[in-house]
């Protein structure tokens, strides 16, 4: 308590879409600092980060490279989450 954290969960499945990468906005939005998104390998946690970007209007769906220029991107699983067509 009083470290200015807060904690929130927004899990991921196989099945998860656009509902989880609208919850990772709300966070974003909620939040009055830094945010650490987190999950094993990165892979999910880069993919819903771009997605909420996209869903909350702050990055256009054809620019989600200019968010990690060198990572390997995964288009159906952006799109799956973003519920917008990429590329």
């Avoid at 200015?4 to 609208?22: E, L």
């Amino acid at each position: 308590a009083g470290s200015g954290m807060i904690h929130a969960q927004v899990p991921t499945t196989g099945q998860s879409g656009p509902m989880t990468a609208d919850q990772l906005a709300a966070v974003l939005s909620d939040s009055s600092g830094p945010v650490v998104i987190h999950c094993r390998s990165g892979n999910r946690a880069r993919h819903l980060y771009a997605a909420a970007l996209i869903r909350s209007g702050d990055v256009e769906p054809h620019a989600y490279r200019s968010l990690d220029p060198g990572a390997a991107w995964n288009t159906e699983l952006l799109e799956r989450f973003s519920g917008a067509q990429i590329d």
